[in-house]
């Protein structure tokens, strides 16, 4: 099935964690993606609340596939900024593969951050954040396809 970030955000937070443990790894992505915060999903809140942190905070994330690395675009000019290693390791929400951004040792900022994402669809990736090893929010990361 294809989904899109509006039917992502209508979902429960078990129904997004049933989508992340069921979807397979994919490969490590390359080049820029659109990013969507998903906060409070399931209710009328999360379209508004991913909107004002698409304006202020963060766009998404380009990715450097062959060096393993990627960039945060964040503020309202899509500065690219906060650095993580990206390789594929096994996920701390249901032990199975995933693709894993790692900032412990790239970002004094975000040094306590960690993303999990699997792919969902062709181009489109579902993601989890934790802050230390809690569970935070999920995310969704959109890579234009041809």
């Known amino acids: 099935m294809a989904y899109t970030v509006s ?21 490590i992505p390359n080049g820029e993606a659109d990013g969507t915060a998903i906060v409070a999903p399931g209710t009328k809140f999360s379209p508004a609340i991913a909107s004002l942190i698409n304006i202020f905070t963060w766009q998404g994330k380009t ?35 995933c693709i894993v951004l790692d900032y412990s040792k790239t970002s004094m900022l975000a040094e306590h951050v960690r993303d999990e994402i699997r792919q969902i669809g062709p181009g489109f990736y579902l993601g ?17 396809t041809s």
């Not at 309202?76 to 594929?88: M, P, R, T």
Request: charged share 20%; proline share 3%.
């Open 128 to 144: 989890l954040v934790y802050w230390k090893k809690d569970k935070t929010i999920h995310f969704a990361l959109q890579f234009p």
């Open 7 to 27: 039917q992502l955000m209508d979902m429960s937070n078990q129904q997004l964690d049933e989508l992340f443990s069921n979807s397979p790894t994919g490969d």
């Open 63 to 97: 990715f450097d596939a062959a060096h393993g690395t990627l960039t945060n675009r964040i503020l309202a000019f899509g500065i690219n900024a906060i650095v993580a290693q990206v390789y594929k390791s096994t996920s701390w929400f249901d032990g199975k593969e």
